[in-house]
């Protein structure tokens, strides 16, 4: 008995062992979705090949490590109603490719809730309530507890203990190196899970909002949409055709938060965005001038 339980833990041993240099799934079969609930459409665009017809819209600009590698990724339009991309584009390893930290994303995500926090909750205490300025009783002779105001914090209608005393604020600030780090933890997440797409522009054809709609579901980027461009004034067709959408949002690349990414299902960048954005987060990998106290023009501001 003991031996053939031997062989068929080292049996299971092997073929897991062997599942992992396969093709084959590493979730067990409970957690499968049955073949005819799975849609084709949905599935997932391999990136571009190394030997890819379509033209290279976009490399690096920054030096890539050399223990590292570009990472392509296609480059779609939304002028047109077609889900055929236009080329393909390089994006730097060191912010569209680290490691997940969940911690980081968690803590600076915390952060932005909580540093423009005001708290306005108030409450007076024993000397602030009015009335309760004699003695209810005398101190001895009633039969009752020995009390000298009634608006002590143990009597209804008292003064609070230890209450709020607001307005409080919760400011505080987190080191620069860890909220660039949040940003690229946000990229990458979004890029491993299909949820990043480049656009050569935010040109719209027509500024309707249903055609944007319509334009969203065909290219199934997901329930909610946030497109990042750079510039100070956007196309009017894409302001129009956000404006009354709330699942569809436009944000400069200067404000791009993580609190943001994470809100949104899908992250659409223009070209001038990626560049924008590898351009300042690999400054901040490389920069010797401290940012506090603040003293600017920074000598080595991109």
Not at 69 to 85: H, K, N, Y
């Amino acid at each position: 008995m003991l031996r053939c339980t031997r062989l068929v833990c080292g049996r299971g041993a092997v073929g897991r062992f062997s599942s992992s240099f396969c093709s084959e799934s590493a979730l067990p079969p409970n957690l499968l979705l049955p073949t005819n609930l799975v849609d084709p459409s949905r599935s997932k665009r391999p990136p571009p090949p190394a030997d890819c017809p379509l033209p290279l819209l976009r490399s690096c600009d920054a030096a890539v490590p050399a223990h590292r590698s570009a990472v392509p990724a296609w480059v779609e339009t939304l002028e047109g109603r077609g889900s055929e991309p236009l080329g393909w584009a390089q994006l730097h390893p060191d912010v569209f490719a680290v490691a997940p930290r969940l911690d980081i994303l968690h803590e600076v995500e915390t952060w932005q809730k909580n540093f423009k926090r005001i708290s306005h909750a108030n409450t007076k205490i024993r000397s602030e309530v009015r009335g309760g300025g004699r003695k209810p009783w005398n101190q001895k002779g009633s039969g009752r507890a020995r009390h000298g105001s009634i608006r002590s914090p143990i009597w209804k209608g008292g003064g609070v203990s230890n209450g709020p005393r607001g307005p409080t604020s919760y400011f505080y600030m987190l080191p620069m190196k860890l909220r660039v780090q949040g940003l690229k933890v946000a990229l990458s997440s979004k890029l491993a899970q299909d949820d990043l797409h480049i656009v050569d522009s935010v040109n719209l054809s027509s500024p309707d909002p249903q055609d944007l709609l319509h334009l969203v579901r065909e290219k199934l980027w997901g329930e909610s949409v946030l497109i990042v461009d750079v510039g100070e004034e956007f196309p009017e067709n894409i302001l129009e055709a956000t404006a009354s959408l709330k699942t569809v949002n436009i944000i400069p690349a200067i404000g791009l938060n993580v609190h943001s990414m994470l809100k949104h299902e899908a992250l659409v960048l223009t070209l001038q965005s990626v560049r924008f954005l590898e351009e300042k987060l690999l400054w901040h990998d490389q920069r010797f001038t401290p940012l506090y106290p603040y003293r600017l023009p920074y000598s080595d501001l991109p």
